[in-house]
């Protein structure tokens, strides 16, 4: 097992918490991206091989992901303005990524309108979510069908956008409304090993009922990564720039979710009531800018 591999993905991991983070750019970041789309895509081609290749790239992506979950919902619950200025501050920041992308075709008036169609979908399919009254952690536990189907989807679109450097997988889990569900599910992961190690098991049961959640939700995230690779490999490798016109309509929509979500319009409404938290909101825009450029600039291939 690659121990360098493990550690690389450990940070994709934390990136796959954070909304507006990609977890794709922190792929092309430690330099694994094209190694895995490559090793997912054509996997029935050298299963041993790609399993040796994605196995630590998966455990590492897994303890990244259970060693911040909590503290990330925690933030967003008790920081909500500052935590979703930030987030929307990391999705700006992959605008010059996305313009590089989009640069090395010449521009043509048509291309907007793979922008403005992917941007209303976004808008279309976060309609359903946006209600200011909905718990922040929608589904508290799998209690039927409809519960089951909706982190399947959830994980069907979240996991395969998520594919795309520039794209995170948890604005899209925050545009569907399922955030908190997913991540409440995963940090409740370690509350339900807690209670049998010591022998509660009815807390164990209760709790299980919320971690079975992750069971669709990883269902979708397969049937997303094994439909959606193949398409992502042919797709960047025949139109690449093409394909970032899309992604800018998208990361405009997530943009226009999170601000709503975080309330920044209600601010913004009494501007003369609200100085010093939009002076706050502009600086955790700025910081989420840089750390996104800064993460996204070193090794890009």
Same mark, same amino acid.
């Given at each position: 097992?690659? #121990? /360098? !591999?493990?550690?690389? *993905? =450990?940070?994709?991991? +934390?990136?796959?918490? %954070?909304?507006? &983070? ?13 190694? #895995? /789309? !490559?090793?997912?895509? *054509? =996997?029935?081609?050298? +299963?041993?091989?790609? %399993?040796?290749? &994605? ?247």
């Amino acid at each position: 097992m690659s #121990i /360098i !591999n493990v550690i690389k *993905s =450990f940070f994709i991991g +934390i990136a796959l918490v %954070i909304p507006g &983070l990609s977890g794709s750019i922190f792929a092309v970041v430690v330099g694994l991206y094209e190694d #895995i /789309i !490559n090793a997912v895509s *054509s =996997f029935s081609k050298d +299963i041993k091989g790609n %399993i040796k290749f &994605l196995a630590p790239v998966a455990i590492g992506c897994v303890i990244g992901i259970l060693a911040s979950t909590k503290a990330v919902l925690w933030l967003c619950e008790n920081y909500q303005l500052q935590s979703y200025m930030f987030f929307i501050g990391l999705v700006l920041g992959s605008a010059p990524l996305i313009w590089r992308k989009m640069s090395k075709i010449k521009f043509n008036p048509v291309y907007l309108l793979l922008t403005i169609i992917s941007f209303a979908a976004i808008l279309l399919t976060s309609s359903g979510s946006s209600d200011s009254e909905k718990s922040y952690i929608a589904i508290q536990a799998l209690r039927g069908l409809p519960d089951f189907l909706t982190l399947l989807f959830a994980g069907i679109i979240s996991v395969s956008l998520m594919m795309i450097p520039g794209i995170s997988g948890s604005v899209m889990l925050m545009v569907l409304g399922q955030y908190g569900t997913v991540y409440n599910a995963v940090g409740s992961a370690l509350d339900f090993l807690m209670y049998v190690i010591k022998g509660d098991f009815i807390a164990a049961s209760e709790c299980f009922m919320t971690v079975a959640l992750i069971i669709p939700f990883l269902l979708g995230a397969l049937i997303g990564i094994v439909i959606i690779a193949k398409i992502l490999s042919f797709l960047l490798k025949k139109w690449e720039s093409l394909v970032y016109y899309c992604v800018l309509g998208l990361i405009s929509g997530a943009i226009v979710v999170l601000a709503l979500e975080g309330g920044i319009v209600e601010i913004a409404a009494d501007f003369s009531a609200n100085v010093l938290n939009i002076f706050i909101s502009i600086i955790f825009i700025v910081i989420g800018c840089v750390c996104t450029v800064f993460l996204d600039n070193p090794k890009e291939k």
